[in-house]
């Protein structure tokens, strides 16, 4: 059993911060087949169209019948750890400062044998699951866990190392202004954060969910408007050093599309709101997470943007909107290789339609802020980079999959 | 050269006017230099805190003030410091132009590019509610009170603004703003006095502390939104969010109060200035 985590002590402000490292992050192309599944939180390995052999560590040809068509899959993660052993010197900085680490081999039920990274709880001999991590310099890794739950299994370094579990992180809710804000404030404080600064734009607007939100514990409320450069880099001046996770819950969601509207003003307010405040908030809070990377066990771990599934591809009953959140995944993949350095991980959490005011009209299925919310605690506490939330979100990606111009038709029809 | 003959034959009676005017003028700068006329700010600072008009949130809304640093002695400009700035014409203290109004749309010269600049100065009365609105955050000025202020400080001269002065310069943004479930309560004019005021006392606009120059509740008169209405429809103008109205006169003050020369505009955020005795009480 790990032990469990405990609450990091006061940083000495006479101590030096310590640089984030990177372990190596060289991957071939194909080998980012396992990339894209850790992101997800999904185990694939490499299979076979031919002779059906599952393959690892990814190639380009199968070593069994030669046949080039190695489709990654997902299969199975249990397997049995055969042997271990402890790595105490290492010439990597990285891994220099992280010894002991151990490592092991893992007898695969779907076939191959697969050197890992050991989970605390993982003992020789036994059952363990494989899962695919991206580690701290955003590549995927395999590391071995304990066949079932352990107590404390979260607080396990390594597994903290390829996550970003908010217990005990410092968080940032840029707006708390709408249910999605409020209900990513009270999931966070669940999740165990120490402390979580809630933005408010515009004081003197009252708004629903004031007093509740007021009274959530740890929960901080910080004059934030992510469309006023100064009050977002007045917030970061104060608080930027502390605060490890920023969520991004600014939203601006007005239905109508391009030809359907008369002039700019909305959609200057949903640039403002949404793709500018991104980069305010990205300018502001970017430098010193990426900085603090390594900064203990409440170290800088993640920027997470809420962006409708529509960024992928235009729905035009809403088709302003979307391009905006387009926009915003566009610069999420910028932001993602900017922050990378500091072993910080960008997450982009997709949803279709919320049960929210403006989008009334349309029909279910929709999401719940508060399922939104603890989906995004999921995926921090799993160290994941994509996550679809709800039937919309992943009825659209996998339409997109399929058949992209045939998606763009049909979210198109009248 | 026949056309440099004929100035030359004007140019006595032209400087002799020249000359009696620097001299008005001259006297009228050395007062305000040496203190003899106060000249009050009553505008606020053009920040992006202070609150703008909220509308139902399915129409357009006026945008409010933001500064975007273009460089500041640095890399982006090493020796100049300057900025962008993005508002709304209705943003901050702001003037309001007869265009603005559906009731004033068709009037001539009703926008703040075409208004004749004469208009831009021009005396005013001040009427204090402070004391009612400081009790009754719907307080509604009505023609009996102006009448009992006449009764006490003269009737109200044609051509003069009318401030309602009500402090609320002096709340903090919420008790400003003063939204509640069933919208903003902030004191304003009922639709007879504003009547009255354009066709009784020809005045000349009408200026309040407030946000608007409306009542928080004026959606709900008739006609609503009236110093709107019957000010634009008429050709008048009006003020808002102006501040340090308590340390104007009741009468005797000059305010100056020129808008941005937008084309077409219906307004614009800018400088309202007030010229007082040096000697009036503060």
Known sequence: MSAPLVRPKRKNPLARTRLPLLPQGQRSRTAHG???????????????????????????????????????????????????????????????????????????DAGPVIVAHLHGDTVEGERVRLALKLDKSGSAVMLALPAQETPHMHADPHWREMTCDPQYRRVLISDGRHAVGQAMAKAFCEAGASIVFVGIADPWKPYPGMAELAGIERVEIVPLDVTDTESVTELAGQNGGRIDIVVNTAEHVRPGGVIERSNLTIAHDEMDIRY????????????????????????????VNLLSV??????????????????????????????????????????????????????????GPLALAKAVIAALKGGLEDIFVGDVAQDVRERLDANPKALERELGAH | MQIQKHSNANSA???RKFIMATTDLLAFANAIASGAIRVVDLTQTLSPEFPTIVLPPEFGQCAPFRLEEISRYDARGPAWYWNNFTVGEHTGTHFDAPIHWVSGKDLPDNAVDTIPPAKFIAPCAVLDCSAEAATNPDFILTIDFVERWEATHGRIAPGSWVLLRTDWSKKSFADYAGLRDDGAHTPGPGPEV????????????????TIGTDAGQAHHFNPPYPAHFYMHG????????????????????????????????SGSPLRVLALIPGNAAA
């Open chain 1, 34 to 108: 396992l990339t894209a599944a850790a992101a997800e939180g999904r185990f694939a390995l490499q299979v076979c169209e031919q002779c059906a052999q599952v393959l690892y560590p990814p190639r380009d040809a199968c070593p069994r019948c030669l046949s080039a068509r190695l489709t990654f899959k997902d299969v199975g993660p249990d397997g049995r750890l055969i042997a271990e052993t402890t790595v105490r010197v290492s010439t990597d900085p990285y891994f220099r400062e992280r010894m002991p680490w151990r490592v092991g081999t893992v007898q695969l």
């Open chain 1, 276 to 303: 500018f405040g991104m980069l305010r908030l990205g300018q502001a809070f970017g430098p010193a997470l990426r900085f603090r990377g390594a900064d203990g066990t409440n170290s800088a771990a993640a920027f």
């Open chain 1, 310 to 367: 529509h960024a992928l591809m235009n729905w035009p009953a809403y088709g302003a909107y979307s391009a905006v959140e387009a926009a915003c995944l566009s610069a999420a993949q910028c932001m993602r290789a900017e922050l990378r350095p500091g072993g910080v991980k960008v997450l982009n959490a997709f949803f279709g339609p919320l049960e929210t005011e403006w989008f009334q009209a349309v029909p279910p299925p929709k999401l």
């Open chain 2, 13 to 15: 009676h032209t400087e």
């Open chain 2, 194 to 209: 504003v009547k009255w005021l354009v066709e009784e006392r020809d005045v000349h606009g009408f200026g309040t502390e």
């Open chain 2, 234 to 265: 008429k050709g008048r103008y009006g003020l808002q969010c102006l501040t340090r109205l308590d340390q104007l006169p009741p009468k005797g003050a000059v305010i100056f109060a020129a808008p941005l020369k937008i084309k077409q505009g």
